[in-house]
């Protein structure tokens, strides 16, 4: 088994940054890709960024891109999303999620780790 626990949310005003954080414990080797969602008020959960583990190479959703960074640090066992620029739209629970199953990065489902959510409101 993989936890994963977030941190980093919080409420800012638009235009700005935030850095979220996934740190990673339990079996974390079993995890080839690590991604982040989020899902605003009243959507569905929706497929933000992912990363290989072994390579690092990105796969970001078109909307995002040039925006939102995704990172990791192997040795820390943590996965980070840099958020630039924030809008309203923005305002979402963010995940952290985890694919212990072998996938092409573009594939944005079959994740069976995730964490429980860290809220981020941006205000307008």
């Known amino acids: 088994q993989v936890q994963l626990v977030e941190s980093g949310g919080g409420l800012l005003q638009a235009g700005g940054s935030l850095r979220l954080s996934c740190a990673a414990s339990?079996?974390?080797?079993?995890?080839?890709?690590m991604a982040w969602f989020r899902q605003g008020p009243g959507k569905e959960r929706e497929f933000v960024a992912a990363?290989?583990?072994?390579?690092?190479?990105?796969y970001y959703t078109d909307n995002l891109k040039g925006r939102f960074t995704i990172s990791r640090d192997n040795a820390k066992n943590t996965v980070d999303l840099q958020m630039n620029s924030l809008k309203p739209e923005d305002t979402a629970v963010y995940y952290c999620?985890?694919?212990?199953?072998?996938?092409?990065?573009?594939?944005?489902?079959?994740?069976?780790?995730w964490g429980q959510g860290t809220q981020v409101i941006v205000s307008s």
């Open positions: 999620a985890g694919r212990n199953v072998i996938m092409a990065l573009t594939t944005r489902g079959g994740y069976n780790y």
């Open positions: 990363l290989s583990r072994s390579d690092g190479s990105t």
């Open positions: 339990g079996r974390t080797f079993d995890t080839y890709t």
